[in-house]
């Protein structure tokens, strides 16, 4: 059923009363189900009141500062170029959690005063810091919306979006960053009468329409309750969805089954390959071992790869660099320069935007032929045994050709500040002894 009316609360009424009445009528019993004490037009009503009243005034003010400046987009290294437009083609992964690590997360949440889901969005926030380098995250979740005893028995749409954004600087321990994701979840808790779409029109975020605003990852605890049809005389079975639709660019899904955990990664097909969510999925789950045995470390010193992993790599001489793509996990891939490394996506990703700023706009091939033309030059103009260039440049597009390019031409680079003083500038070559070749030209 669409969202626009029904939701996962009402699909677990849904099966309990058909189950209910189905079971009834098959006996020749009357409808044993009482009646609804409101409908949802009254909902409704409520809701309106409360908006138009001022009531929730404060809630929004939470919201405005909660969400003040800018919100970082989730830059999550992707296999291919994001549509200028977002696609909802998805496809689904997972994994299932052993029931000894079960239990260990389950009591480091106790010992923390802290709820499973604030656990395992800890973990999820420090692998999407692990793996964007990004220290302000924020990821969206549902709530049920149910916030009166008397909706809870109502078949409609009650969820509403929260977004959880949380400050993972100054280098915090897995605990510090556990109790900053609580008092987090606990504030947009506190406020989350304020329907999603009035936040979007209330605060106007900047909109592209390749990505969703606010967050693109997508954190939803399952409810215990799965209730299942049970209809008498017949035999019922589920018949799974051909399709998946991704309405972000990654949704961790996860189910307490009570001695495990279950964790499901819905991704955007267009974004990530099948391999890149396998190895986001076997990051996560090594993550999770390491904070649920040494809760106290810091998150920069948190593994992604298991200690097998690790051991093997080690055994063969050779370094992973996961950056580029979710792909590369247990890639053994020999040790090799910047600029090979650059060379090498700047060949797979020639049309792909590797600088943007206010005056420039280029990709990895325009930016490769500038960086080339940069040490082609520096070769004709300086001579044998000049090995520093200095470059005198304003910290834009133009000195990351600079920069390239001086590698490029085996040399090494010394940056220069144009609005320093002249004569500090001369001693900076002369200590470097190195030789100025390019300017704002």
């Not at 967050?215 to 008498?232: E, G, H, I, K, R």
């Not at 991704?246 to 009570?258: I, M, P, R």
């Not at 990709?363 to 001579?383: E, F, M, P, W």
């Amino acid at each position: 059923m669409h969202h626009i009316i029904s939701d996962g609360w009402s699909m677990g009424i849904l099966r309990r009363e058909l189950s209910s009445l189905y079971n009834a009528f098959a006996l020749g019993q009357p409808n044993p189900l009482p009646e609804l004490p409101v409908q949802y037009a009254d909902y409704a009503y409520w809701q309106r009141q409360r908006l138009q009243s001022g009531v929730l005034d404060e809630q929004l003010r939470y919201w405005k500062h909660q969400l003040r400046g800018p919100v970082p987009a989730a830059e999550l290294p992707a296999d291919r170029p994001r549509p200028p437009v977002q696609t909802h083609k998805g496809a689904r992964q997972s994994l299932e959690v052993s029931g000894e690590l079960t239990q260990s997360l389950k009591a480091l949440s106790r010992r923390e005063g802290v709820s499973l889901f604030m656990t395992l969005l800890a973990a999820l926030k420090t692998l999407l810091f692990r793996l964007t380098d990004q220290v302000d995250i924020s990821v969206g979740t549902p709530v049920a919306g149910r916030t009166r005893s008397e909706t809870e028995g109502l078949i409609g749409l009650f969820l509403n979006n929260l977004v959880l954004r949380t400050d993972l600087s100054g280098q915090p321990t897995f605990l510090d960053l556990l109790h900053r994701v609580r008092q987090v979840t606990l504030g947009a808790y506190d406020h989350q009468d304020i329907p999603f779409e009035m936040l979007l029109t209330e605060l106007q975020p900047e909109r592209d329409l390749s990505r969703t605003p606010f967050f693109q990852v997508y954190v939803n605890m399952l409810p215990a309750d799965t209730a299942s049809l049970a209809l008498q005389g017949l035999g019922v079975s589920r018949i799974p969805h051909e399709g998946v639709h991704s309405n972000f660019d990654l949704t961790a899904y996860v189910s307490d089954k009570g001695s495990k955990i279950r964790i499901g990664f819905v991704y955007n097909a267009d974004l990530f390959s099948r391999p890149s969510v396998e190895a986001m999925l076997k990051y996560y789950q090594n993550l999770l071992m390491q904070v649920a045995a040494d809760p106290e470390q810091a998150i920069h010193d948190i593994h992604l790869l298991s200690a097998e992993d690790r051991q093997w790599l080690a055994s063969q001489s050779c370094t992973v660099q996961p950056a580029n793509s979710f792909a590369e996990f247990g890639a053994c891939k020999v040790e090799s320069t910047i600029v090979q490394r650059f060379e090498s996506q700047a060949k797979l990703h020639e049309t792909r935007i590797a600088v943007k700023t206010d005056g420039y706009h280029w990709t990895y091939d325009q930016l490769n032929r500038r960086a080339n033309q940069v040490a082609r030059a520096i070769l004709v103009k300086t001579s044998e045994g000049k090995e520093h260039v200095g470059l005198l440049l304003a910290h834009d597009a133009p000195m990351l050709a600079a920069m390239l390019g001086t590698l490029k031409a085996g040399k090494s680079y010394v940056p220069l500040d144009p609005s320093h003083p002249q004569k500090r500038l001369v001693h900076i070559l002369e200590d470097a002894q190195a030789r100025v070749v390019l300017g704002d030209s």
